[in-house]
């Protein structure tokens, strides 16, 4: 729903209110940059949303069957982009939640394996200890 209210106030009303003073490329421009600004989550993500924001009001305009740009393609575009950058989003977020995996396979110590065998000489038992002396623990 963000997305069609977006678009709406967007591509619906400031892009024409823009496009009566100025030329359809410029209030294209001057419509996008209004959408970066407001999305500045980061200056990264401000350059992005300014450059989706200049493809959602081309398609809005060259959608355009009168005076008013169509927004219906620019509201179907930009619910798939959100819909992929939730997801996106999700899988990161849930990745960061796991409990880290090794590559490997988890394999015994070599110590733990012979520790495991009665008689090993990692580890000798009482029962083995030399005549003159107690066997090692």
């Known amino acids: 729903l963000a997305g069609l209210a977006e678009e709406f106030f967007f591509r619906g009303v400031l892009q024409p209110l823009l496009s009566r003073w100025t030329d359809t490329p410029t209030a294209v421009g001057l419509t996008a940059l209004v959408f970066g600004l407001l999305h500045a989550l980061t200056p990264a993500y401000a350059v992005l949303a300014t450059i989706l924001g200049v493809y959602l009001g081309a398609l809005a305009e060259l959608s355009s069957t009168g005076a008013a740009p ?15 950058a939730f997801v996106l989003i999700a899988r990161i977020w849930s990745a960061e939640r796991q409990p880290a995996v090794s590559a490997r396979p988890s394999t015994p110590s070599r110590q733990a394996v012979r520790s495991d065998l009665p008689h090993s000489p990692e580890r000798p038992e009482v029962n083995d200890a030399p005549a003159n002396g107690p066997g090692l623990r």
Do not use: C, K, L, T
């Open 70 to 84: 169509n927004i219906v393609p620019a509201v179907v575009a930009h619910g798939v982009y959100d819909f992929v």
